[in-house]
């Protein structure tokens, strides 16, 4: 269950990154992210987006070691970061689903909701 959780968590990981980059190249999809206002991401956006792929390239770290795939960082870094990240991920439900944007609750809050679990099933371990 632990592996399934870290592949699955990196999965997603791994496809938001994709989408932050889309929206850092102009591409018309901010209906999904950043409260759907925008089509095409202004310039401040897309600095966020790009600021979010570095983010998720460091979680997918911490993400890895939960899984026992990597030993990069102090043990005790990894189990606090689990627990923050179950959170972050946990909140990341509540403010999707309480987006203006259609798209962006349909689906950024199911994405955030498999993250908080996958997160949560790490931290537990």
């Known amino acids: 269950m632990v592996v399934t959780a870290g592949v699955v ?7 938001l990154a994709v989408f932050q980059l889309l929206l850092v190249a102009g ?4 209906r999904f992210a950043w409260g759907g206002q925008h089509d095409v991401l202004p310039r401040g956006l897309r600095i966020g987006s790009a600021v979010s792929v570095v983010v998720y390239a460091v979680v997918a770290v911490v993400v890895l070691q939960a899984a026992g795939a990597l030993t990069l960082l102090p043990d005790a870094v990894v189990d606090v970061g689990m627990w923050v990240l179950t959170g972050y991920f946990a909140l990341g439900v509540l403010m999707n689903g ?5 798209p962006e609750r349909l689906v950024m809050t199911p994405i955030a909701l498999l993250l908080a679990l996958c997160c949560l099933v790490l931290a537990l371990q």
């Open 9 to 15: 968590a990196c999965l997603l990981l791994a496809g």
């Open 27 to 30: 591409r018309p999809l901010g």
């Open 98 to 102: 309480i987006s203006r944007s259609r």
